[in-house]
């Protein structure tokens, strides 16, 4: 096997790769809405993080938004999400919220407005899936 080849093949496992990882995590919050655990939690903390999005819409800024929620053994889970709001608000209030969480994997959870199909993730999943098809379709092998 020459170098070209064996770079050629590592090119495609990486994209192979990079393609799984893109598609699972567009799929990630559809189905935290459809297997997840429901809970109650709290937000603990929202900041804004750095200054004005170099966005066409002005007055727009990225915040942090922080929460926890208990499991039914007492374990204290935490999460964060981002979201987008003004130069006065996040647009989320402190307080109880509801939570998707995977009951084997807590680690994995959501704020229950987020875990639901949405452009970005149908984006996600199609880049995912574009990429593996790209990795896995089979070259013509061109003779000299």
Known sequence: ???????????????????????????MMP???????????????VRREGGERNVAVPNRYTYSVGYEFSLDNGAIVY?????????????IPMGRTAIRYLKVFPHLN?????ARLSIGT????????????????????KKN
């Not at 496992?13 to 567009?26: E, K, Q, R, V």
């Open 79 to 91: 999460g964060n999400t981002k979201v987008i709001g003004n130069a006065y608000s996040a647009g």
């Open 110 to 114: 959501a704020l229950e407005q987020d």
């Open 31 to 45: 189905l935290l809405s459809m297997i997840g655990e429901k809970t109650w939690g709290e937000i603990t903390v």
């Open 122 to 141: 149908v984006i996600l999943m199609a880049a995912g899936i574009l990429l593996l098809v790209v990795a896995l379709r089979k070259r013509d092998k």
């Open 1 to 27: 096997m020459h170098c070209k080849d064996v770079k050629n093949v590592f090119a495609r496992i990486l994209l192979a790769f990079i393609g799984i990882l893109l598609l699972l995590y567009g799929t």
